[in-house]
């Protein structure tokens, strides 16, 4: 009977440890975006606070903060920029061009986009 037991022993504890392993080791859930070489907008700021798409009620003296996954070509992002009705503006750029400041020099328009 003694060796019987041991052999269950082991069974058992063979069957937990591998139940263990695989019961923890699941994938994690990346919720971040993948590592790519795109160029993305990663948060846009105003007033020190980050603003999703579709926000309203915004400040039409405000500035704001893009902040984007690589350093921009200055040229082509100014070229690129629109803004409806027109604004008056100026382009701040941080060492790495991946943080730009667009600060208005005239209150925006309501319904400004």
Partial sequence: ???????????????????????????DDDDGLPITNDLRVLQVNTEGNAISSGATDLSVISAFELVFSHGLNTSAFEAALSITPDA??????????????????????????
Avoid at 4 to 27: E, P
Avoid at 88 to 106: E, G, H, K, P, R
Wanted: hydrophobic content about 50%; some cysteine.
């Fill in 1 to 27: 009977m003694k060796p019987f037991s041991i052999l269950l022993l082991r069974s058992t504890v063979f069957f937990c440890l591998a139940l263990l392993a695989i019961v923890s080791c699941k994938k």
């Fill in 88 to 113: 008056d503006y100026a382009i701040a750029y941080d060492a790495t061009n991946s943080l730009v400041t667009i600060s208005f020099n005239t209150p925006l328009a309501y319904e400004t986009e």
